[in-house]
T-cell receptor, first 115, second 109 residues
Framework: DAGVTQSPTHLIKTRGQHVTLRCSPI?????VSWYQQVLGQGPQFIFQ???????GRGNFPDRFSARQFPNYSSELNVNALLLGDSALYLC??????????????FGPGTRLTVL | DAKTTQPNSMESNEEEPVHLPCNHS???????IHWYRQLPSQGPEYVIH???SNVNNRMASLAIAEDRKSSTLILHRATLRDAAVYYC??????????FGTGTRLKVLA
């Protein structure tokens, strides 16, 4: 079975630009979460979607937005990029039905560099 | 959000057991304890989780203190492939995982 896939693998943007990152969950998974991982730190929660509805939001500015499609894939959008947005962006999928014990399956991430 | 405290780094010799500690003194009664690890250049991967009782799976064992204020991830025989950053996470029933900086495990051949 295919795992969580993310695209693109790497991305270079300049300050002020906009970026869209994509995630395809494991087949049958209805929940997708997004995390930002700055070099040397643990991942930080950005958003969680379940059945196309936002279920949780982390402490990120409104420049960050996301959505989930009917096929449960998801997009993370970041507007007005700042140098500090340079990071590895991780997507995780899960069934969404038992949050306490569900396993989150992470993709390999998209490495975003802002110049 | 309940927080966890882990040592920044640990070393182990190959084929020896490794005990990775985690303190979570503010844990609430319904928080599950989850462990994930992140190998170099990869996303985190699930290792094990538990609530009150000790747990075993093919990857590791999880020992939970009686007062639940600490736990220990046990790798029974460390291999070079176990070199990774190990994260202890308290799951209150949402997917909003709070990752700390984790413990970087170095395995010596």
């Amino acid at each position: 079975d295919a795992g969580v896939t993310q695209s693109p693998t790497h991305l270079i943007k300049t300050r002020g630009q906009h970026v869209t990152l994509r995630c395809s969950p494991i087949s049958g998974h209805k929940s997708v979460s997004w995390y930002q991982q700055v070099l040397g730190q643990g991942p930080q929660f950005i958003f969680q979607y379940y059945e196309k509805e936002e279920r949780g939001r982390g402490n990120f500015p409104d420049r960050f937005s996301a959505r989930q499609f009917p096929n449960y894939s998801s997009e993370l959008n970041v507007n007005a990029l700042l140098l500090g947005d340079s990071a590895l962006y991780l997507c995780a999928s899960s069934t969404g039905q038992a949050p306490r014990v569900d396993t989150q399956y992470f993709g390999p991430g998209t490495r975003l560099t802002v110049l | 959000d309940a927080k966890t405290t882990q040592p920044n780094s640990m070393e182990s010799n190959e084929e020896e057991p490794v005990h990775l500690p985690c303190n979570h003194s503010t844990i609430s009664g319904t928080d599950y304890i989850h462990w994930y690890r992140q190998l170099p250049s990869q996303g985190p991967e699930y290792v094990i989780h538990g609530l009150t009782s000790n747990v075993n799976n093919r990857m590791a064992s999880l020992a939970i203190a009686e007062d639940r204020k600490s736990s220990t991830l046990i790798l029974h025989r460390a291999t070079l492939r176990d070199a990774a950053v190990y994260y202890c996470i308290l799951n209150p029933g949402t997917y909003k995982y709070i990752f700390g900086t984790g413990t970087r495990l170095k395995v010596l051949a």
